[in-house]
């Protein structure tokens, strides 16, 4: 039996207009989200993953279609019916957000004073989300005195106290060093764990998707271009945009790496083989040199993934004698029609 999912966005179009034109930010979003799950969206800087989050909250409200969260179709609803569900929508952002006049238990208070919450009760909310954090001693402390990291996880805790049932992240790990952006994928990881929280997670990071996120949407110039599940989107990315993002996402610049030979493949383990001697054996059986153009193995959700792209030799019988030596050892080769060279 097909269960309804908790979260389905609809045909979402969202433009911005000016007095001299119109700008079209998404165009025919279609997601459809599971209570408890961790979705990651992801796209280049400018395709449109903040513009849609603010979309699912109706922050931003789309210019046509719908954002359908649980029974509540966002679109139908007034004012005060969205104020009510936006407190069971948590969210946090890149730089924070904190009041910098408050302390950190006053910070966490914040949502709660406005959604009518005794003080007391505040504090005693306050209080119990700073152990799930690990701030408990620094309740007193002002945002000034805290690290990235810290501020953090005081935004997280912000964003948990009205018990809310979906959390957003945008870019919520941009401005940490690599140690710190992995102690709060962790936190959000538990989290989603021990309460069953849903979360959404906008970021242009390859590597916070494959960390923590059970499906992912890639984003292109304000259009779906490929949604699965993380292993599925990781190991066979279908469209050109997916494969800017999984080839090139451990490098540091946007810009394809050039790649000349007559031919080149792309080879995938899928967590059975990456640490197996495949290549080394491939060259010693085969007897003939392959030149390694990129690499990078990963470990997704406990199992080990990974992939690299080889210039085969420039004999044809070779490389295509590597090839079926690989596909017979049960090696995912995909042919990269698109990175010959001259």
Do not use: W
């Amino acid at each position: 039996m097909e269960t309804t999912p908790f979260i389905q966005i609809k045909d979402l179009q969202k433009e911005f207009i000016s007095q001299n034109n119109t700008v079209t930010a998404l165009s025919g979003i279609n997601l459809n989200i599971d209570k408890g799950s961790i979705f990651g969206i992801i796209g280049m800087s400018g395709a449109g993953k903040s513009t849609l989050v603010r979309c699912i909250n109706f922050l931003e409200r789309p210019t046509s279609g719908t954002v359908i969260i649980g029974d509540k179709d966002l679109s139908k609803l007034n004012d005060r019916e969205l104020r009510h569900v936006r407190q069971n929508i948590g969210m946090i952002f890149q730089q924070f957000n904190l009041l910098m006049q408050r302390n950190v238990e006053d910070n966490i208070c914040f949502p709660l004073e406005i959604a009518g919450y005794s003080k007391k009760e505040g504090r005693k909310r306050a209080a119990e989300l700073l152990e799930i954090v690990g701030l408990i001693d620094k309740k007193k402390a002002y945002p000034s005195q805290l690290s990235g990291g810290q501020k953090q996880r005081v935004a997280i805790a912000r964003a948990l106290a009205t018990n809310p049932q979906l959390l957003l992240c945008d870019e919520a790990t941009s401005a940490l060093d690599p140690t710190t952006t992995r102690s709060i994928l962790a936190l959000l990881k538990d989290i989603n764990k021990q309460f069953g929280i849903t979360i959404i997670i906008i970021t242009h990071e390859m590597s916070v998707v494959e960390e923590i996120c059970d499906y992912v949407a890639i984003i292109d110039d304000g259009k779906l271009a490929e949604s699965g599940s993380v292993e599925d989107v990781f190991s066979n990315p279908k469209t050109e945009a997916a494969k800017r993002l999984v080839y090139h996402s451990n490098t540091t610049s946007n810009t394809p790496i050039e790649m000349k030979g007559k031919r080149c493949i792309r080879i995938v383990f899928d967590g059975k083989s990456s640490f197996e001697p495949i290549i080394a054996n491939m060259v010693l059986d085969n007897k003939a040199l392959v030149n390694i153009l990129y690499a990078d193995t990963k470990d997704i959700k406990g199992k080990a993934y990974g992939h690299m792209v080889l210039q085969l030799p420039e004999n044809e019988v070779q490389a295509d004698k590597i090839i079926n030596y690989l596909r017979n050892k049960n090696v995912n080769v995909e042919e990269l029609i698109d990175y010959v060279g001259n």
